[in-house]
């Protein structure tokens, strides 16, 4: 597994709320405790609110979501499209450039705004993998907002869902859905989605399936 995949995936352990000791997560992503405290030490440096030190555990103080600041969640994806073209280009300059201002795009996003700002996003992160999710942002803010569901292929699986809310993590973007093949709530890296179709069918609000929904459970399983 790659470090920023590592990353990703230790965060969303940790994004329960629930004090998570060092060993359970050396175990989860089968590395070494050096390694964790290590990956802990990149973590809140990038921004995310973690607090917890060696022999305690560790845990994510706050939801980790797109803050308001003065960008709207549409205005950050523009931002991210246009320099996933631009840092695409054969220009190396304008290449450079681009990857630059994606960093002070990160570095300007803190998750609480009394703090200092520090980078938000996971610096470790490639800028090439990140801008292939880019192109299929539009398509899922316009399902979530018409409330159509999409079919994706995500690691050669395709499936239908729901898609019900779009995170931001700094480069990285997820989307939380409930999925009608696993009959459950999923929270999809947007980057690893290979196809995506926007469908016909609505679908409305039913218990078990909504956001609020997810997020109560969320609030139990923290609890």
């Not at 964790?36 to 560790?58: F, K, Q």
């Not at 993998?129 to 299929?136: E, I, L, S, T, Y």
């Not at 947007?190 to 039913?206: H, M």
Request: hydrophobic share 45%; charged share 25%.
């Amino acid at each position: 597994m790659r470090r920023a995949d590592r990353l990703m995936q230790l965060v969303q352990v940790l994004r329960d709320g629930n004090l998570h000791k060092a060993a359970d997560l050396a175990a989860v992503v089968n590395v070494s405790l050096r390694t964790i405290y290590r990956d802990m030490e990149t973590l809140a440096a990038s921004g995310v609110p973690i607090t917890g030190e060696r022999g305690i555990g560790y845990r994510v103080t706050a939801a980790v979501t797109l803050p308001p600041l003065n960008l709207t969640m549409t205005e950050v994806e523009a931002l991210h499209l246009g320099l996933s073209a631009v840092g695409q280009s054969g220009d190396k300059e304008l290449s450079a450039a681009a990857r630059a201002l994606s960093a002070k795009l990160d570095a300007v996003m803190p998750e609480d705004r009394s703090r200092a700002p520090a980078g938000y996003g996971f610096a470790v992160y490639p800028f090439a993998d990140a801008a292939r999710g880019f192109q299929h942002l539009p398509a899922m803010r316009q399902a979530i907002r018409t409330r159509q569901k999409l079919s994706i292929t995500l690691n050669g699986d395709e499936r239908t869902v729901r898609p019900l809310q779009l995170d931001y993590w700094g480069r990285l973007w997820t989307c939380i859905v409930w999925c009608e093949k696993s009959k459950n709530f999923s929270d999809l890296r947007v980057d690893q989605i290979t196809e995506l179709r926007i469908l016909p069918s609505l679908f409305v609000d039913e218990h078990g399936k909504s956001l609020a929904d997810f997020n109560a459970r969320r609030v139990i399983a923290g609890s």
